[in-house]
């Protein structure tokens, strides 16, 4: 089973950027669909991107649409998320998840359902300030 560290967080002023990382191990990654959710605090968690085992096809959320790029690289075993224009609502623990059978239907619909992921990282914490 695939095991996966996130990376990157930090502090952040509004309008800035940050690219988070998530390194898998123990497992052939690029047999899971990856995606990145986040959790502010009070709010429930949130999937804001997905991409599929190949990296072609990827899915955004509202929220990030626009300012974010989900990719992976399969040789490093490594999912990426660049998010830029950061505004204090992206505030929140950013989770790496991956997902080894994924559901026939609309990846919206693949992302909603945290069920689909099976491991889950620790998260790296973003905030964003004024």
């Known amino acids: 089973q695939v095991q996966v560290v996130e990376s990157g967080g930090g502090s952040v002023q509004v309008g800035g950027s940050l690219r988070l990382s998530c390194v898998a191990s123990k497992g052939t990654f690029s047999n899971y669909y990856m995606a990145w959710f986040r959790q502010a605090p009070g709010k429930e968690r949130e999937g804001v991107a997905l991409?599929?085992?190949?990296?072609?096809?990827?899915y955004y959320a509202d929220s990030v649409k626009g300012r974010a790029t989900i990719s992976r690289d399969n040789a490093k075993n490594t999912l990426y998320l660049q998010i830029g224009r950061l505004n204090a609502e992206d505030t929140a623990m950013y989770y790496c998840a991956a997902a080894h059978n994924v559901p026939s239907g609309h990846l919206a619909t693949i992302l909603r359902n945290e069920t689909n992921f099976n491991y889950w990282g620790q998260g790296t914490q973003v905030t964003v300030s004024a």
């Open positions: 991409i599929s085992t190949s990296g072609v096809v990827t």
